[in-house]
């Protein structure tokens, strides 16, 4: 039910993972921009039935870039 917000969203699933831990599944996808990520994890948490959690990233020689 959760992936259907992404399809309703045009947003491509890059990876789904299923996961031992504090997180039963991670779910990997690129949005324009952090805004419209935070949407979609609000619907998803809007249906009741997963916690979500974003975490902005960038690769690693863009940040090394911000550093000099």
Same mark, same amino acid.
């Given at each position: 039910?959760?992936?259907?917000?992404?399809?309703?969203?045009?947003?491509?699933?890059?990876?789904?993972?299923?996961? !031992? &831990?504090?997180? =039963?599944?991670?779910?990997?996808?690129?949005?324009?921009?952090?805004? /419209?990520?935070?949407?979609?994890?609000?619907?998803?948490?809007? !249906? &009741?039935?997963? =916690?979500?959690?974003?975490?902005?990233?960038?690769?690693?020689?863009? /940040?090394?870039?911000?550093?000099?």
């Amino acid at each position: 039910e959760s992936l259907e917000i992404f399809t309703k969203n045009h947003v491509h699933v890059d990876r789904l993972y299923a996961t !031992l &831990g504090r997180y =039963d599944y991670v779910a990997i996808f690129d949005v324009a921009d952090q805004n /419209f990520a935070f949407r979609i994890a609000s619907q998803i948490n809007a !249906l &009741g039935v997963l =916690d979500t959690e974003t975490w902005p990233v960038i690769p690693y020689e863009e /940040f090394s870039q911000l550093l000099q």
